[in-house]
């Protein structure tokens, strides 16, 4: 499966999504390795297979294996994170909560096999995905703090929503 097989078992109802997905190859503020993590990061983040292998398909020439695993790990930790710091930012008494320590291991943070701009950029995409607005924020710090401009941030959230709109119209019934 590819992207453009994918772009052809799109409904009518989601045609936009046909055209936007050319976001992804098309990008200009992103490497190609960011730009197909984070699509990759999309794909695992709406817990879509399908649109995952067609990603992984199209990305293996810019996304060498060990950034490939940097992006589903940068979904997995982000798929704990967000629930966790979702919780505590959202409790009337996050003071308490946020206080307390998280006991969550993130070592794939520390040490996530590729460049740390790409890695933040990707937990920023799931991030999105998720609607953890503390995550968010942070790894939107995090990436500018690491030399990454506010057009990076613009587009990989851009590529995140485009993936993850494709997911959701693949899932919905005819």
């Known amino acids: 499966m590819t992207i453009d097989a994918l772009k052809d078992r799109l409904p009518d109802h989601a045609k936009d999504l046909r055209i936007n997905l050319g976001i992804i190859a098309g990008a200009t503020a992103l490497t190609p390795q960011q730009a197909w993590g984070t699509a990759v990061v999309a794909a695992v983040t709406a817990r879509s297979p399908e649109v995952l292998a067609a990603v992984l398909a199209d990305a293996a020439p810019h ?7 940097a992006a589903k790990g ?21 003071a308490e909560y946020g206080a ?24 920023l995409a ?4 998720t609607g953890c607005a503390q995550c968010v924020q942070s790894h939107e710090q995090a990436v500018r703090g690491k030399g990454g401009t506010r057009e990076m941030v613009h ?17 919905t019934p005819a």
Not at 63 to 69: I, M, N, S, V
Not at 126 to 129: D, G, L, M, R, V
Not at 162 to 171: I, K, N, P, R
């Open 63 to 69: 996304l060498p294996p060990e950034a490939q695993t």
């Open 74 to 94: 940068a979904a997995a930790i982000m798929g704990m994170n967000n629930v966790y710091y979702r919780f505590v930012h959202v409790m009337g008494d996050a």
């Open 100 to 123: 307390m320590p998280a006991r969550l291991r993130m070592q794939i943070i520390g040490r996530p096999g590729v460049e740390h701009l790409d890695f933040e950029l990707w937990c």
């Open 126 to 129: 799931a991030s999105a995905i």
């Open 155 to 171: 587009e990989a959230v851009r590529i995140a929503a485009v993936v993850h709109g494709v997911a959701l119209a693949l899932a």
